[in-house]
């Protein structure tokens, strides 16, 4: 067991605080939630992000407006209905928010009080991502041998999973374990979550990374000899097909070019059972001022046109194996996936 050097979340107080990613590493300071719609905020504005730590902290956002509505003498099962639409809607990718806001409400059946079953739901996901997270780092550990030189993209720690992470999480267990690895992370723009988070996480376990922008990366596979690239996922198909952090397709583009094995983590959360392909998957589009600026900086030209896809889907055909807690999955996607998700509660 490692000790969890990181909470992107606490309840406490009666309140739920969000550590701000959006200073990190620069500042560590909270934000405080009290209602669906103060959570809601936080995820679109990116105070909290990564795909299974979301879907938690929405859960807790539903108790919250569960306790708000009991104050006000409206608690119905309508309003809370329409407050997890809400809060579904903050990102659209990520799978685990709907997943997520999904257990909550089937877990009001047959309760009388909707604000104590909302609360009990959201603790129980706050403890699942402790124990899926270890399940999948230690599992993902062993796919990575001693000495291994791994690629990443974007952050896949304890900020974006409130646990371990996933495949930030198998490298820090592979650590532990004292295999030799070296680690290099794509700085992941124009949100930076490498540079920022994951080097910042890795920087709290004393685990040496080495920092790239992502038009290095070729470069750094021919050039450092890298053996794997681990990443994480927001939304993965029937098919295999797999949404994550923009930036990883051509990740896996190019370990298929110098043969490098290529996997997503991923709990069985984030599998989509009612999506066929990856082709159905919306991403999200997000500000161009995110591109546009460094910062308060502006780097283009006022008037630039920009695309900000957050986002994009790499094919079950690039992929070597998906890292789950239940254990590796490995192709033909279409016959083992759906096995996999057999196991979901
Ligand atoms: O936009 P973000 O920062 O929420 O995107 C996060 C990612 O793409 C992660 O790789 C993914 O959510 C997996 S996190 C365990």
């Not at 719609?37 to 679109?44: E, G, Q, S, Y």
């Not at 809060?87 to 104590?116: C, F, H, I, Y």
């Amino acid at each position: 067991m490692v000790d969890l050097p990181v909470q992107p979340f606490r309840f406490k107080g009666g309140k739920l605080h969000l550590l701000d990613q959006r200073v990190l590493p620069w500042k560590k300071t909270w934000v405080k939630c009290q209602s669906a719609r103060d959570v809601f905020l936080a995820i679109r504005q990116m105070v909290v992000r990564g795909a299974p730590v979301i879907g938690t902290v929405a859960a807790y956002g539903l108790f919250l407006e569960a306790r708000k509505a009991k104050k006000e003498g409206q608690l119905t099962r309508q309003r809370i209905e329409k407050a997890a639409r809400f809060l579904k809607s903050a990102r659209p990718t990520a799978v685990n928010l709907s997943w997520a806001l999904e257990r909550s409400l089937q877990s009001l059946e047959g309760k009388e009080d909707m604000e104590q079953a909302l609360f009990e739901e959201a603790q129980r996901q706050e403890r699942e991502n402790i124990a899926w997270t270890e399940k999948i780092s230690r599992i993902g550990a062993e796919i990575i041998p001693h000495g291994a030189r791994i690629l990443t993209i974007c952050n896949t720690g304890p900020l974006a999973t409130g646990g371990y992470g996933t495949a930030l999480g198998a490298m820090i267990f592979a650590w532990n374990q004292k295999k030799k690895i070296q680690i290099f992370a794509c700085e992941t723009r124009p949100y930076l979550q490498g540079a920022r988070l994951t080097a910042w996480e890795l920087k709290q376990l004393k685990i040496p990374v080495t920092l790239i922008t992502d038009g290095m990366a070729a470069w750094t596979m021919e050039k450092k000899g890298i053996d794997l690239v681990l990443v994480g996922a927001d939304r993965i198909a029937l098919n295999g097909d797999t949404a994550n952090k923009i930036g990883t397709l051509q990740l896996a583009i190019l370990a298929h070019h110098f043969r490098i094995p290529f996997y997503p983590f991923a709990p069985l959360s984030s599998f989509d059972p009612h999506l066929a392909s990856g082709e159905e998957i919306s991403i999200e589009e997000r500000n161009p001022r995110e591109i546009l600026f460094l910062g308060n900086s502006r780097i283009a030209p006022s008037g630039t046109e920009v695309f900000n896809p957050a986002f994009d889907v790499t094919p079950a055909k690039l992929i070597t194996g998906i890292v789950t807690e239940e254990g590796l999955i490995s192709p033909p996607f279409s016959e083992s996936i759906p096995g996999a998700l057999k196991k979901l509660p």
